[in-house]
């Protein structure tokens, strides 16, 4: 796997990992804030601690969903799917409003899967290169090296 490949691969883990402990953080802070709203027992109170607690768990899910996806992404590229490339490209765009750490992260992905290095490594080289021994007819394995 070439290193700006490797370098890609480690931003996306990193990033899912970052993902997912905002994921925590987030539903930890709302759930503790709907029950301190809820305490005081009127209606309005109420209200604000099943808004509170509902938003709370969609912003975990959400958060949650995209570190998983960053997983699987670091997992296809270093398999060298071309699927992954897409999908960590994709990711990689999407971390650019991120600011600070999102768009480093970002630079580094997006650098590492549109390099030449990784051309290579997900496969453009290789079809290529089938599809001149499918036109000159020779065989290439182990045999015939």
Do not use: D
């Amino acid at each position: 796997m070439p290193e700006n490949v490797k370098t890609a691969r480690t931003c996306l883990i990193v990033a899912g990992c970052l993902k997912l402990a905002t994921a925590g953080v987030l539903l930890f802070i709302l759930i503790i804030g709907s029950s301190f709203v809820g305490l005081s027992g009127e209606r309005y109170g109420l209200l604000g601690s099943a808004l509170l607690g509902a938003l709370g768990f969609v912003l975990f899910g959400l958060a949650a969903a995209v570190g998983v996806v960053e997983f699987i992404a670091a997992a296809a590229v270093a398999k060298g799917r071309p699927w992954g490339r897409v999908l960590g490209i994709l990711l990689g765009v999407l971390m650019l409003p991120l600011f600070p750490v999102g768009t480093v992260l970002g630079i580094f992905i997006l650098l590492g899967l549109l390099g030449s290095g990784a051309q290579e490594w997900f496969g453009a080289g290789k079809s290529h290169e089938r599809m001149r021994l499918a036109s000159s007819g020779s065989p290439r394995g182990p045999a015939g090296v």
